[in-house]
């Protein structure tokens, strides 16, 4: 069966500083995989999506990268961290019809 | 984009009652729609899916119908029990076959009540 893995659980970051969020998923080839972030009490945000190795679709300017290096890794990244990047953000991937969370990375800008 | 909208408050409701949970859409038809459930600091995951051509779906205690004329998915818990206590989200799928985007309601925050 499929897995998603999203690493660390938690983190506090100070302001400037980088950020590195991993995902992996086991189990399917060649997922749609997904970035959100969920702030508290609001919707989830659609951040990147990716359909293919090195492919990246971004739905909103920001401060944050993603990269997709292999079938199965999806990393969000930052250079430097603002206090408005904290938020809960959350992996997915998709089988077309449905899709399926990991459990998300709690961050807090110190 | 497409628009989508729950039922904005909390909803509280006494063990063992029938908990309803509303969605509506504007901007297009989906072929399908779908709810999840979310749990304080996890993931969403999916519960049930329902398609423009199934009038109502059933999964144990769970029922969700799909009104296309309306533009609106109802979410039914019946027997409701505390455990049921989370926040449901309904979502529609990519625009076309092409699209990758699925859109999420901002989610109703459900207390079953002992």
């Known amino acids: 069966s499929q897995t998603i893995h999203q690493w660390p659980a938690t983190l506090v970051q100070p302001v400037g500083s980088p950020l590195s969020l991993e995902c992996t998923v086991e189990?399917?080839?060649?997922?749609?995989l997904y970035w959100y972030r969920q702030a508290a009490g609001r919707g989830l945000q659609l951040l990147f999506y990716?359909?293919?190795?090195?492919?990246i679709s971004s739905e909103v300017p920001q401060n944050l990268s993603a990269s997709r290096p292999q079938d199965r890794q999806f990393i969000l990244s930052s250079k430097k961290l603002l206090l408005s990047d904290s938020g809960f953000y959350l992996c997915?991937?998709?089988?077309?019809?449905?899709?399926?969370f990991g459990d998300g990375t709690r961050l807090s800008i110190l | 984009s497409q628009k989508i909208e729950q039922n904005s408050e909390a909803l509280n409701i006494q063990e063992g009652k029938t908990a309803t949970l509303t969605c509506n859409y504007t901007?297009?038809?989906?072929?399908?729609l779908q709810w999840y459930r979310q749990d304080p600091g996890r993931g969403p995951v999916f519960l049930l899916l329902?398609?423009?051509?199934?009038k109502e779906k059933r999964k144990e205690r769970l029922k969700v119908t799909f009104d296309t004329t309306l533009k609106q998915s109802l979410f039914h818990i019946t027997a409701s029990q505390p455990a049921d206590s989370a926040t449901y989200l309904c979502?529609?799928?990519?625009?076309?076959?092409?699209?990758?985007?699925?859109?999420f309601g901002t989610g109703t925050s459900l207390t079953v009540i002992p």
């Open positions: 997915a991937w998709s089988d077309r019809l449905t899709q399926h």
């Open positions: 189990g399917t080839s060649n997922p749609n």
């Open positions: 990716s359909v293919g190795i090195g492919q």
């Open positions: 901007n297009y038809s989906p072929a399908y």
């Open positions: 329902i398609r423009e051509n199934e």
């Open positions: 979502a529609l799928p990519p625009i076309s076959n092409t699209g990758n985007q699925f859109y």
